[in-house]
């Protein structure tokens, strides 16, 4: 389960932090360091393919990651997610 206020300092990390308005290493190590207890993935938007974002930004999607059941699948809802996926949007 990932709290609601866990998922806003994510993204409000992630949006103080992108340099030139991009994610980067940096990023998202601080975010493994800050959030121990998460898995955290940096991609590309259009590496992910069809799956709906838990939030949209200008310049990253947040989609959340379920791995209950053994597979990792992705998902909308926070009760069931262990992880997060940056992926950058560049146009």
Not at 5 to 15: G, L
Request: proline share 3%.
């Amino acid at each position: 389960m990932i709290e609601q206020a866990t998922i806003d300092a994510i993204v409000a990390r992630v949006e103080a932090s992108r340099i030139d308005g991009h994610v980067d290493d940096q990023i998202v190590s601080g975010l493994r360091a800050d959030f121990p207890d998460l898995h955290f993935t940096w991609c590309m938007d259009d590496d992910i393919g069809s799956e709906q974002p838990l939030l949209e930004k200008e310049r990253f999607n947040l989609y959340l990651v379920n791995g209950q059941a053994h597979c990792l699948t992705l998902t909308t809802d926070p009760a069931v997610a262990n992880g997060v996926v940056i992926a950058e949007v560049i146009e």
